[in-house]
Structures are given as C-alpha cells and as structure tokens.
C-alpha cells in the first residue's frame, strides 16, 4: 500500500526523546519493506512555543506560521536522521517534490508547507497528490468523538464515520470555543474529496500504529485487542 502517515509533534518530539525518535524509525523501517511511505511530522509544544514568541514580538499569524513550519521540518529531519540509508536525506518543501521524493525508493518524511494550516491537511492533500491507499493520523486522542472527551464525561468514540459525518462534527467541534477537533477542517475537506480512507488513531505506540496499518492491510476485521481509533470510509 501507499500510506500517508501523519505524526503529531507532540507523540514523536515530545521532550525531544531519543527513544521516541527511534521507536517511530524502527517501525518505520518494518513497514517499508511491504508499504511505500511518505511521514508527515508535526510541531508540538516547540512550535507551539516559538509561535506564542514571535506573536509576542509582533509578528502577524502568516509569519508565525512560517516559524512553526520551520519548527515541523527540524522535527522531520530529526526523523529522517534516526531513519538513516532508509530516508530519502531532505524533507520535501512542497507536495511535488514530495511525489518526486518517493519515487527513490525511501521513506520520505516532511513537515509543514505553507502558511495557513497544518500539517493534518499537508497529510491529507499529499495522499491526494500521490494517490495514496490510506491515510493514517497519529494524534494524541484515540479517535474522533462526539464531545471533548476530557471535559464531557458522555462523549462517546465513534469507530466509523463517512467523510461528510465527519466534517459536521469537525465544523461543529470548531465553532465552540477553545475546543479543538483531532483533524483540521481543510484536512477533512480533503479527506472528503479525495475519498481515501483514513484512521485517527492514537500514536504514543508505534507499534500500534504498524499493527493498525497491517490489520488494514489484510483486510481483515477489526480485533478487539487493537485500538483502533476511528476509520473513515467513504
Ligand atoms: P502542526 O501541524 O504541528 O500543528 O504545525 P498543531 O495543530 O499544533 O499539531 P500537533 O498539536 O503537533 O498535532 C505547527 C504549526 O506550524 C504551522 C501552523 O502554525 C501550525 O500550527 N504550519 C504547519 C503551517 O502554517 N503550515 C503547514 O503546512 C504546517
């Protein structure tokens, strides 16, 4: 399969581990002997720092985002750098040069594009562009649910949703204030046009997140003993 792996900042480079880094590598590098993978790494608490910095000293949201970009792609080459031979060396500054990365062989990893988003939608719109089989988000919540599970003690996880029931619930999540969806809209949109089905997952352990793609991969049912996070399917 071709997957698009998303990989929240604050799993991969929470406290900058070396652990951290070489447990996503090493299953990473399992994977690629059977899927062709492009990794996409998002910014965590850094990026969310160097960002509160510079609004602080003045800068506008489009210059800030460029910084939490920056942010992103130090991340990705951190994760490129515990890959080794098996990543392609750079991450890909935008969704062609990412497609023209794959074509090495290796495991491609980037971070953030352009201003105005994050790296959920760089996700979903690179699995557009290489018409990927499965996108997979590797977040820190273990799936999609009707509320903020932390605050609604009645929110219940949903295990599968269509795109369009998830753009509801990501529009309605959006508009209450100070909450935040696991996916961005644009990613969601993208989701939806694109059709490509898509599992939010949990991503602290890798190792779930390989048995999670295998167990995609052979199509076989759900097992009780994965956590499986939600699937969107068309
Ligand atoms: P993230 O994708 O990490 O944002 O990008 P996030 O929502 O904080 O994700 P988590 O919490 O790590 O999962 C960090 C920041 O980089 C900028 C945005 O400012 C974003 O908030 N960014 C990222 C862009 O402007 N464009 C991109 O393509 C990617």
Known sequence: ????????????????????FLAYAGMLKELSKEHKLIVVVG?????????????????????????????TRLNAQLL?????????????LDYKEAQRALSSGK????????????????????????????????????GVYSADPKKDPNAIKYETLTPKELVKIVISTEMKAGSQSPVDLLAVKIIERSNIKTIVMHGADPMKVAD???????????????????RIVG
């Open 1 to 20: 399969m071709l997957i698009a792996l998303s990989v929240g900042g604050s799993i991969l480079a929470k406290d900058l581990s070396t652990e951290g």
């Open 43 to 71: 910014g965590g608490v850094a990026a969310r720092d160097y960002i509160r910095t510079a609004r602080n000293l003045g800068a506008n949201e489009a210059e800030s985002d460029y910084i939490g970009i920056s942010i």
């Open 80 to 92: 490129i750098t515990a890959l080794g031979e098996d990543a392609y060396p750079v991450p890909p």
């Open 107 to 142: 495991i491609v990893v980037m971070g953030g594009v352009i201003p105005g988003q994050t790296t959920d939608a760089v996700t979903a719109i690179v699995a557009e562009y290489i018409k990927a089989d499965l996108i997979v988000i590797a977040t820190s919540v273990d």
């Open 212 to 230: 999670v793609i295998m167990q995609e991969n052979m199509g076989s049912m759900p097992s009780k003993k994965i956590p499986l996070g939600t």
